[in-house]
């Protein structure tokens, strides 16, 4: 079986991560361009600054893409590079770019899927309280609207957000992202409703624009599965689910809260400052939301976690997505289990889950339009008499794949697979090290490309359409 003509074969970017010129052409000041230099906060001291040079080097970059066969480029647009702070004038020079950026595409016939919120926020927004200020809402509806006039005569696929558990939980609970707040449940629940209604009122100016192309979201989608057969863990996994699926998506698809979650925030007083125009935006935009993009690296396996047990501070690795980690309110934690495989940041190594989770979806959804927006392997490639032979990530993204024919086979509406990433660039937490390019990027040598052995498998795929997966 052949993927359908009308599936995507991807990959994708973000602009912190592959751009650099931090401070180039009239771009403003992002929360990262700042907090990456605060000492400690990043993997050996590595920032954006300059990245992977892709703002001077995109038509090369463009160019490879295009060798690969790739059939769209998920890239997300830095908001300081259009309105550099964040809600006053727009810069004519950041426009340019990403019309420039965009035109390289569509000259190789290579689909253009924007990301509009990729975590890098104007700084003079995140300095008056970033996401926990209504504010940004308003900010960013003005950004958005923004970019579809300007791009949206070209650009037919728009993602809002990516990732809001991210951004949200390791800004405000973890400390690890910007704002580097710690243990604040209360402003991480109001940042991810502000996120949401930023999100359907989005949609509300993009549906009115009539530009006919499609709008959505982008989640994590790492569901949570019981370690064991114990009732306690199945009830963990349950509550897993509740806080890290059903919040972020409900809303935008049901366009309401899970009460399960509701009832135990009004009981501990985390309760966002919603208003009623807010619950109805959202309830207004659920029918409006085109997909849903899902970023798939790994299932959670979870057990009941022990409050009593006084849990240390989560180790870097923990914090960057290993298993190991105690939820916020420590109720459950993620394990590591005996018979599974993982990669070397002990991410595990699960396109079954990846399957499971999707039928899992299907029940709590219905029939909705799914991209898969973000999959891959990070790693450190190895490099043999100047050959980058990532076989792992050839295995990890066709054992995904095939995963993702079996869903179609079952009927689920997957429209799309976005491998992370199309060329190495900066891991937030992990700097230069972690890998998860087609396309390496020597660090030794002047940021010179190369294809690795995945660049040819990948270009073979797409010319067969999958069809001997
Ligand atoms: C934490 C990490 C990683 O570096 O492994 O997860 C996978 C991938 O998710 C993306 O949304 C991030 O933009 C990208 O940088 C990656 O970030």
């Known amino acids: 079986m052949r993927f359908p003509h009308d599936f995507f074969f991807g990959a994708a970017s973000a602009a912190y991560q592959v751009e650099g010129a931090w401070n180039e052409d009239g771009k403003g000041v992002s929360n990262w361009d700042v907090f990456s230099k605060i000492p400690g906060k990043t993997f050996e001291g590595t920032n954006g600054d300059i990245a992977v040079d892709h703002y001077h080097r995109y038509k090369e970059d463009i160019r490879l893409m295009a060798e690969m066969g790739l059939e769209s480029y998920r890239f997300s647009v830095a908001w300081t590079r259009i309105i550099p702070d964040g809600d006053g004038e727009i ?39 970033g996401w926990t200020n209504k504010r940004t809402v ?141 619950l109805t935006v959202l309830k207004w935009a659920a029918p409006k939301n085109d997909f849903i993009g899902l970023n798939y690296y790994q299932p959670q396996r979870v057990i009941k976690n022990n409050p009593e047990e006084e849990a240390g501070p989560a180790s870097h690795k923990v914090i960057a997505g290993a298993p190991g980690k105690v939820s916020f309110d420590r109720v459950y934690k993620t394990v590591s289990l005996e018979d599974k495989k993982y990669t070397k940041w002990g991410w595990e190594i699960s396109p079954e889950g990846l399957l499971e989770g999707l039928r899992m979806l299907r029940g709590a959804y219905g029939d909705i339009k799914l991209y898969i927006t973000e999959n891959g392997l990070g790693d450190q490639d190895p490099v043999e008499n100047g050959q980058i032979l990532d076989a792992d990530r050839v295995e990890y993204i066709r054992e995904h794949l095939k995963a993702v024919k079996q869903g179609l086979r079952e009927g689920l509406h997957i429209k799309g697979y976005y491998a992370w990433s199309a060329i190495d660039l900066l891991s937030w937490l992990n700097g230069f090290k972690k890998q998860y390019g087609f396309i390496y990027v020597d660090q030794q040598n002047n940021l010179a490309r190369k294809k690795k052995l995945s660049f040819d498998w990948y270009k073979q795929v797409i010319a067969n359409r999958g069809g001997e997966l």
């Open 138 to 278: 308003d900010a960013f509806c003005k950004y958005a609207t923004t970019c579809f006039k300007a791009f949206g005569d070209r650009v037919k696929h728009w993602i809002t957000f990516n990732e809001t558990i991210v951004f949200c939980s390791l800004g405000y609970l973890d400390g690890a992202h910007p704002p580097g707040i710690s243990h604040n449940p209360r402003l991480y629940f109001q940042a991810t409703h502000n996120v949401f209604v930023a999100h359907a009122r989005a949609v509300q100016e993009y549906k009115k624009l009539r530009q006919y192309g499609e709008i959505g979201i982008t989640h994590v989608f790492s569901p949570a599965f019981p370690a064991d057969g114990q009732l306690e863990n199945a009830q963990a996994a349950d509550h897993a689910n509740q806080y890290s699926l059903a919040w972020f998506y409900d809303p935008i698809l049901k366009g309401a809260y899970p009460d399960y979650v509701v009832g135990q925030l009004k009981e501990r007083g985390w309760t966002p400052d919603w208003t009623a125009e807010e």
């Open 91 to 129: 810069n004519s020079q950041g426009l340019a770019f990403y019309n420039a950026l965009i035109d390289e595409c569509l000259h190789y016939g290579i689909v253009p899927f924007v990301t509009l919120y990729h975590w890098d926020l104007p700084q003079v927004l995140e300095e008056a309280g």
